[in-house]
C-alpha cells in the first residue's frame, strides 16, 4: 500500500489512539535528538512549568549538541529552531514578555551550534535567523526595554557577527522607525559617537559600523 493511500497527518495519527501514539513516540525520540527536545518542551508545558524556563532550557540543549550535521540533519534543526523562535515570539512574548528580549538574544547565541558543525550552506537556518531579527526588535518594544540598552547590545551583535544570525537586524530596526523611532535614533547616535571614539576608519570595526549607518539611513528615510 502507498503512502499516497496512508497519509501520516495528524487526523490520521490521532485515530491510532494515545497510548498506541504514544508508545511509538517514546520509540521515536530515543534515536531523534530534535522530537526528544520538542517533547521535553511540550511536557514541561504540560506540567504547567513556565513556558520561559522551559523555553531556556530547550535553547540550552539544543546548544549541547556537538555532532557533525549533513544537509537534511541542518534543514531538521532549522525546523526545531524555527519553533523556538515562535515560541518566544508568541507565547513567552504573551506570558512573560519582559523574558522574552533576554531570551530572543539567547536564541541567537545558537547559531554556532549549527554553522560550526557543518560544511552546508544552511540557507534555512538563515532565514530563521532573518525572522528572529524582527522578532527581537518585537518583543523589546512590547518589553519596554530602553532604547540605549537594545542600542547598545545591537551595536555588540553586528560587531561580533560571526555567522550572519544579525544580517537582518538593522533593516528590523529600521522598519520599526514609524512606530518605535527612539529605537532608530538612539542607535544612530550610539554608532556616530562609537565612529569618533575609535582610532581609524579602515579598523574592521569601523567599517562595520559605517556599514550599519549607511543601511540604517537608508533603511528609515524610505
Known sequence: MSKDENPIDAKALAAIGPERLATLLAGAVMTNPCMRRRLQFELSAQKGESVAVAVRQWI???????????????REL?????????TIASNVS???PD????????????????????TEEGWEVSC?????????????????????????????AIIS??????????????SAQPWAPAYVS???????????????PNSERSRNLQRALQEL?????T
Open 99 to 118: 523574558l522574552a528580549p533576554d531570551l530572543m538574544w539567547q536564541f541567537f547565541s545558537t547559531a554556532g551550534t549549527i554553522f560550526e558543525r557543518t
Open 161 to 174: 557577527d560571526q555567522y550572519g544570525e544579525y544580517g537582518a537586524l538593522i533593516r528590523a530596526i529600521a
Open 60 to 74: 540550552s540543549d539544543f546548544g549541547t549538541q556537538t555532532s557533525f550535521l549533513d544537509a537534511e540533519q541542518v
Open 217 to 221: 539611513d537608508s533603511l528609515s528615510a
Open 94 to 96: 504573551r506570558a512573560a
Open 186 to 200: 538612539e542607535l544612530k547616535v550610539l554608532v556616530k559617537r562609537l565612529l569618533k571614539e575609535l582610532p581609524g
Open 128 to 156: 530563521v535567523f532573518d525572522e528572529a531579527c524582527s522578532d527581537l526588535v518585537q518583543v523589546s518594544v512590547d518589553a519596554d526595554v530602553e532604547p540605549v540598552e537594545l542600542a547598545t547590545k545591537v551595536v555588540a
Open 78 to 86: 532549522a525546523e526545531e529552531l524555527d519553533a523556538i523562535r515562535v
